[in-house]
Structures are given as C-alpha cells and as structure tokens.
C-alpha cells in the first residue's frame, strides 16, 4: 500500500474532510489521518505547504500529493479498483435474462457488445473468474468473426512493431 496520510481539518465541520475520508476508507487505503485545524495560522502555514489552495482534504501517497476531493477519488479508483466487476457482472446478468442472449440485448450484436469488447478482452487477460452466464458471454464476443479479424491484426501490428523496434 504504501506510505498514506490524509490530511483534514476536522471530522466536526469540514464536510470536504468527511468526503476524502470516506473515499480512503472505501478504497481500502491503509492510511494515517492528519488533523490540522485551518483557524489555527501555523496549521495554515502548514497547509500551504501542502496544498497551494490551502484546502483540505489532501493525500499523500508514495510522494504524491493530490489535493482535490475528485482528484483524490480518481486517484484511488485508478490504484486500488473495487466493485467494478461487480457491477458489470450484474449488468450482464440483468441483460441476458431479460433480453434472452447472447449479446447484452439479445440475439444481434450491438452497441453496447461492442462497449464491452475491450472488458471482455480485459477479463480475460487478468483471469477474472467469471459465472457460467458471464464466461459464456465471453466466449460470444470473443467468437465473433469481426472480433476475431481484430484480434488476429492486432497480433500482427505487434509483431510489425516488435520487427521494426518501433
Ligand atoms: N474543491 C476542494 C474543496 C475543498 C474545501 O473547500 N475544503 C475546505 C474544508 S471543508 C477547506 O479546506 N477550507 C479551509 C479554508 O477555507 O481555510 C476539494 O474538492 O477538495
């Protein structure tokens, strides 16, 4: 994980502290809590230092300094990934029982199997251990002849570059 400290201002009135807080705390971060009072003038010098806006919260992670509740939210969603999987699995699920399969709404590809492509690719690629509904769907896209066309040049393109040093 890595060295984490948040720093907040008070977990009383600051409610941008409660949201960076959370987002730690949702993301898994291991982190330590700092608690620096932003009326108090040396605490303030002390947040500058950190962050240019002078706000909290702010992250420190590894070196990194983000300062911005987004840019922290984003931040940990990038580095430590969570219920996305999940969330996908349910989406399939939903689909291909209501609209019957084998493509998210039935039985011709569509936009949305063509969104899916590269997280089908993805699953596979890391192994995701899937259901027999989810596998099945993968085994759909990856089978079909467009899918297959891209995939074969796009081992070609690698094998260009890898023979070019590019
Ligand atoms: N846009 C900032 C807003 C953060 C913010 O407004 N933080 C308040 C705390 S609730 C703050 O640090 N105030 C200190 C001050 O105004 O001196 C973010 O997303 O993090």
């Not at 989406?91 to 199997?113: K, S």
């Amino acid at each position: 994980m890595g060295d984490a400290v948040l720093t907040i201002s008070s977990k009383n009135y600051s409610s941008w502290s409660l949201r960076g807080w959370l987002l730690c705390r949702i993301a898994g971060l291991d982190f330590k809590e700092e608690l620096l009072s932003a009326d108090d003038p040396d605490a303030r010098a002390e947040l500058l230092m950190l962050a240019l806006s002078f706000l909290v919260p702010r992250l420190t992670h590894n070196g990194l300094k983000v300062w911005d509740t987004l840019a922290i939210g984003e931040y940990l969603h990038e580095n430590f990934p969570q219920a996305d999987i999940e969330r996908i699995v349910t989406i399939w699920h939903e689909c291909l029982n209501l609209y019957g399969g084998p493509y998210v709404f039935g039985e011709t590809p569509t936009l949305a199997d063509a969104m899916y492509a590269p997280v089908v690719t993805r699953f596979a690629t890391y192994y995701v251990k899937l259901d027999r509904q989810c596998a099945d769907y993968c085994e759909t896209i990856l089978a079909l002849p467009d899918m297959i066309e891209c995939t074969e040049a796009a081992r070609a393109e690698r094998a260009r570059h890898r023979g070019t040093g590019s």
